[in-house]
């Protein structure tokens, strides 16, 4: 069965079975490494895509689920590294071991669209994605300043 998924503005034709986890197309088969393998169980968020805009966890969604539907990685958000939560990221120096960033990052992008002027509150409530290194000061510094770069 070929299944068409709209990655990052590109159609892809992928002959996986529906069930199979979008997080391994997206990583094994279509070779977008940005998004990252943490838990497997939807609680770390190092794995988190964009679904038609909305922060989603791909390694509990099937293909089945996002047929049709719009999917941005993280090498979708900008090709150049210009969008507003990378630039904060990179200013503002967010990582250490990097392992969980781009999740976060795609996190952060969806909050953003949707809030562009979060309290932290809004931040704590919405970005649930887990980092290790315990960098959610500068995080949470580097949410506000993509705030800033969007106005």
């Given at each position: 069965m070929t299944i068409s998924?709209?990655?990052?503005?590109?159609?892809?034709?992928?002959?996986?079975?529906?069930?199979?986890?979008?997080?391994?197309?997206l990583r094994d088969g279509l070779k977008l490494t940005g998004t990252k393998y943490g838990c497997g169980i939807e609680s770390c968020g190092a794995c988190t895509v964009l679904i038609d805009g909305r922060q989603v966890r791909s390694c509990g969604l099937t293909l089945a689920d996002v047929e049709g539907r719009s999917i941005?990685?993280?090498?979708?958000?900008?090709?150049?590294?210009?969008?507003?939560?990378?630039?904060?990221?990179a200013e503002l120096d967010v990582p250490e071991c990097g392992y969980c960033q781009s999740g976060m990052i795609m996190a952060v992008a969806s909050l953003l669209a949707?809030?562009?002027?979060?309290?932290?509150?809004d931040i704590d409530r919405t970005i649930t994605n887990i980092c290790r290194c315990g960098t959610y000061n500068r995080v949470r510094a580097a949410i506000h300043r993509a705030a800033e770069l969007m106005t």
């Open positions: 998924l709209d990655v990052n503005g590109k159609i892809h034709e992928v002959t996986e079975s529906p069930e199979t986890p979008l997080l391994w197309v941005t990685t993280i090498e979708g958000l900008s090709s150049d590294r210009s969008h507003p939560v990378q630039r904060a990221w949707r809030n562009t002027s979060p309290s932290d509150r």
